[in-house]
């Protein structure tokens, strides 16, 4: 009996399945002197659908390997998010480098109207009715990492009363 007890305890699945996207993956090289060392490097973007996320790039010499890394990585830098259903408060503008992102709030049955890498942040975080639209650099990696930083500026009605001291009839008008 303590066997099967054993098992049950060794086969857990994970209570909170995450969400992985792999956004992008490229080839990269390191010249040195007896030639160049390739590797992979891959931009993944984990979340829980539920209103975390997070992204980040591993690098190795095999592609699962750097997917992995990235994977592991993205996972420890998870952050949580504010959202108002299956949108988000208001309008937000995420900057990181040349990239910009502008993500707008859309009304229930929308969808999620986005480029490629701007969207696997929004569907892994769990946002399905949202407008965005990215200016200045097409960089994978500059617009994930963008689109992060405006969600994470994101507030709700209810943690801007409470950093105001105010109650949320007097934030509202």
Known sequence: MARNDNKER???????????????????????????????????????????????????????????K??????????????KGTTIPHEVIGVYGRGKVIMIPAEQ?????????V?????????SDIRTKSIGTNNPVNCVKATVEGLKSLRTVEQVAALRGKKVEEILG
Not at 109 to 117: D, E, K, Q, S, T
Not at 119 to 127: D, F, T
């Open 10 to 68: 060794f086969n857990k699945e994970p209570k909170d399945e995450l969400i992985v996207k792999t956004v992008d993956i490229k080839r990269v090289a390191k010249v040195v002197k007896g030639g160049r060392n390739m590797r992979f490097s891959a931009l993944v973007v984990v979340g829980d659908g539920q209103g975390k996320v997070g992204c980040a790039v591993g690098k190795a010499k095999e592609v699962p390997e750097a997917i992995k």
């Open 70 to 83: 990235a994977e592991k990585a993205a996972t420890s830098e998870m952050c949580s998010i504010a959202r």
């Open 109 to 117: 049955g929308a969808g999620v109207i986005a480029g490629g890498p």
């Open 119 to 127: 969207r696997a942040v929004l569907e892994a975080c769990g946002i």
